[in-house]
C-alpha cells in the first residue's frame, strides 16, 4: 500500500512540473510571436522611423527600412508623440474568464503608471486572482519598462491577456 502511495505521488509530482513547463512554454511562444508581429509592423513600411525600445530599434536597423544604424531616436513624428507622453490604451483581450484592457501613461518616453480597465471577473476566484496578479504585474512593468516580464504564478491567463493588452498600447504609444 505505501509503494503505492509513493508512486502515485511522484507521478501526480511529475505531471504538476510537466504542466507547469507547458505553460511557460505556451508563453515564451506568446511573446515570440507578439514580438514578431510588432517586428513585422514596423518592418513594413507604415511610417513609423522615429520609435524608441530596444525591439523595435532591432528591427528597424536590420531590415533597414529607416537608414539608421540601429538606435532610432525622437526624430520622426511618432516618437516626438511618445516623448510627449499621455495616456494609451490597450486592447480589449478576451478570456475564458472575462475580459482585460490595461491603460498606460507615458511622459518623457517613459510609462509611469499602468492601470487595468477590466479584469478577469468570470467567477469568484478569477477576481481574486486577478486583484492579486494586477499590482505585482503593474510593479514588474514598471522596473521593466516594457511588457517583457514574467507571468504571476497561479494567475497565467490573466497575465497573458494583461500582457497583450500592455503591448498593444505600447505599440499605441509608439514604446
Known amino acids: 500500500m505505501r509503494i503505492r502511495a509513493a508512486v502515485s505521488a511522484a507521478l501526480a509530482s511529475a505531471g504538476i512540473l510537466l504542466v507547469g ?3 511557460g512554454v505556451h508563453v515564451a511562444d506568446t ?7 510588432a517586428a513585422g509592423n514596423q518592418a513594413s513600411g ?3 522611423t522615429g520609435t524608441s525600445g530596444a525591439a523595435s530599434s532591432e528591427s528597424a536597423a536590420s531590415s533597414g ?7 532610432a531616436g525622437a526624430s520622426g513624428a511618432a516618437g516626438a508623440a511618445a516623448k510627449a ?20 501613461t507615458v511622459k518623457a518616453g517613459e510609462i509611469t503608471d499602468v492601470t487595468a480597465l477590466k479584469l478577469t471577473d468570470a467567477e469568484g476566484r478569477s ?3 486577478s486583484n492579486y496578479a494586477a499590482p505585482v504585474l503593474r510593479d514588474e512593468v514598471l522596473q521593466a519598462q516594457s511588457a517583457d516580464v514574467q507571468t504571476v504564478g497561479g494567475a497565467t491567463v490573466t497575465s497573458d491577456a494583461y500582457l497583450t493588452s500592455l503591448q ?8
Open 65 to 71: 527600412t529607416t537608414g539608421s544604424s540601429g538606435t
Open 46 to 48: 507604415t511610417g513609423t
Open 127 to 129: 477576481a481574486q486572482i
Open 85 to 104: 507622453g499621455g495616456t494609451y490604451d490597450g486592447d480589449v483581450v478576451q478570456t475564458r474568464f472575462g475580459t482585460v484592457q490595461v491603460q498606460i
Open 168 to 175: 498593444a498600447a505600447l505599440d499605441a504609444a509608439n514604446l
Open 31 to 37: 511573446r515570440s510571436a507578439v514580438a514578431a508581429a
Open 21 to 23: 513547463w507547458q505553460s
